[in-house]
């Protein structure tokens, strides 16, 4: 399995107080219920979705068949997500919770 943990940001020709959230990429159809199941998770710490992306053509994923999803945990351009981006407490929180979305995959595959 890979996991690529990443902050977002946006361009200059947007608003950054408009756009926040967290948000999860994948490539293959067959990698978005792990994707789901980390999303799912990472909401439980208050910050909004962004989105839940397929197809998404990221290098990293691309040369892989592993199972693999690319996680934004929040935008860094926007001010409120930037001051939870700097907590390590909340960090700490994004990181548990996308280890127990990662749990929750691997006991869905059991079923």
Do not use: W
């Amino acid at each position: 399995m890979l996991l690529s943990i990443h902050s977002n940001s946006i361009g200059l020709t947007t608003n950054p107080e408009n756009t926040r959230g967290t948000a999860t990429f994948y490539k293959h159809i067959c990698y978005r219920p792990l994707s789901l199941a980390i999303v799912k998770q990472v909401l439980k710490t208050g910050i909004p979705l962004f989105g839940n992306v397929g197809s998404f053509n990221f290098s990293l994923n691309a040369p892989t068949e592993l199972p693999n999803v690319l996680v934004e945990m929040a935008f860094v351009s926007n001010p409120l997500d930037e001051m939870n981006l700097t907590d390590p407490e909340f960090r700490h929180k994004i990181a548990e919770r996308i280890v127990d979305g990662v749990e929750d995959f691997l006991d869905s595959c059991d079923d």
